[in-house]
């Protein structure tokens, strides 16, 4: 089994890498750093979605580039990873969240484009991403049978929608207060195109959150800026615990829905 990692802020070093080699990898959507290595005895190819010391700010990370570096290395599934905002106020900072659902409306690359791999008329293989959930439930659920034993103080949240919206600024109380309306849980600013690119190559995904901040206007009383940082700091070691006692569950690698093709 071989398992794509897909890490963000405050994880571009994944905690427990073991045997790491590092290299870039070339595809048509451009060169992606990659680095491999074992977690829990399953192979895992990390890549970092802002690049080397954040190269990329959350609007000009390369989406398709990461996918298909993921895709040509031959992972059967991935774990995305993201720090996030809380908007659901019961969700309290340091919880990690797994999620099922996603607000994803614009359906957008950073650069504008549709976030698709159908961009070209008459391509082979075109088709639609037909769904009920947008995440491998079975992954879901590897993740969640791992916390158990994860020996991590985070509470782990089954469910929720992940909401993505635009960077690199956060959001104003009002967009939050909107987002909260139609049911959003948490929100961040790259993993929308990920489980919708994964989703139309047939690649299983589940998405895991950690909780920084309350999202503005959530709270009564904003917390420093200084606290979000903290966590930060923090998030890689309880994203990584959960993963390594997760992978050991994963077995079932089914994808979430299907691609009705309409082409040859």
Same mark, same amino acid.
């Not at 074992?38 to 190269?55: D, I, K, L, N």
């Not at 948490?186 to 690119?197: D, I, M, N, R, Y």
């Given at each position: 089994?071989?398992?794509?990692?897909?890490?963000?802020?405050?994880?571009?070093?994944?905690?427990?890498?073991?045997?790491?080699?590092?290299?870039?990898?070339?595809?048509?959507?451009?060169?992606?750093?990659?680095?491999?290595?074992?977690?829990?005895?399953?192979?895992?190819?990390?890549?970092?979605?802002?690049?080397?010391?954040?190269?990329?700010?959350?609007?000009?990370?390369?989406?398709?580039?990461?996918?298909?570096?993921?895709?040509?290395?031959?992972?059967?599934?991935?774990?995305?990873?993201?720090?996030?905002?809380?908007?659901?106020?019961?969700?309290?900072?340091?919880?990690?969240?797994?999620?099922?659902?996603?607000?994803?409306?614009?359906?957008?690359?950073? @650069?504008?484009?549709?976030?698709?791999?159908?961009?070209?008329?008459?391509?082979?293989?075109?088709?639609?991403?037909?769904? @009920?959930?947008?995440?491998?439930?079975?992954?879901?659920?590897?993740?969640?049978? =791992?916390?158990?034993?994860?020996?991590?103080?985070?509470?782990?949240?089954?469910?929720?929608?992940?909401?993505?919206?635009?960077?690199?600024?956060?959001?104003?109380?009002?967009?939050?207060?909107?987002?909260?309306?139609?049911?959003?849980?948490?929100?961040?600013?790259?993993?929308?195109?990920?489980?919708?690119?994964? =989703?139309?190559?047939?690649?299983?995904?589940?998405?895991?959150?950690?909780?920084? @901040?309350?999202?503005?206007?959530?709270?009564?009383?904003?917390?420093?800026?200084?606290?979000?940082?903290?966590?930060?700091?923090?998030?890689?070691?309880?994203?990584?615990?959960?993963?390594?006692?997760?992978?050991?569950?994963?077995?079932?690698?089914?994808?979430?829905?299907?691609?009705?093709?309409?082409?040859?």
């Amino acid at each position: 089994m071989r398992i794509g990692l897909l890490t963000g802020s405050g994880a571009h070093d994944w905690p427990g890498l073991h045997d790491a080699a590092r290299r870039t990898v070339a595809t048509e959507h451009g060169p992606v750093d990659v680095v491999e290595g074992t977690v829990a005895g399953a192979e895992v190819v990390q890549v970092s979605r802002h690049g080397p010391a954040h190269e990329r700010l959350s609007h000009q990370v390369t989406h398709k580039a990461n996918l298909a570096a993921l895709l040509g290395e031959g992972v059967d599934a991935v774990i995305a990873v993201t720090v996030c905002g809380a908007v659901d106020p019961t969700l309290e900072p340091g919880t990690l969240v797994v999620f099922d659902d996603l607000y994803f409306p614009t359906n957008r690359l950073p @650069d504008g484009s549709a976030c698709t791999w159908f961009d070209q008329p008459g391509a082979a293989g075109r088709g639609h991403w037909i769904f @009920d959930r947008p995440f491998s439930e079975p992954l879901r659920q590897a993740l969640l049978q =791992g916390h158990p034993d994860a020996g991590i103080l985070s509470t782990v949240h089954d469910g929720g929608c992940y909401g993505h919206v635009d960077g690199p600024r956060f959001n104003t109380r009002t967009e939050i207060a909107a987002l909260a309306q139609v049911g959003v849980t948490a929100v961040s600013q790259t993993a929308g195109p990920e489980v919708v690119l994964a =989703g139309e190559a047939g690649l299983p995904l589940a998405l895991v959150g950690f909780v920084t @901040d309350y999202a503005n206007g959530v709270a009564s009383e904003p917390e420093p800026v200084q606290a979000l940082l903290a966590r930060l700091a923090d998030s890689a070691t309880h994203l990584a615990r959960l993963v390594e006692r997760a992978l050991p569950h994963v077995g079932d690698l089914t994808g979430a829905g299907v691609v009705h093709r309409v082409g040859p």
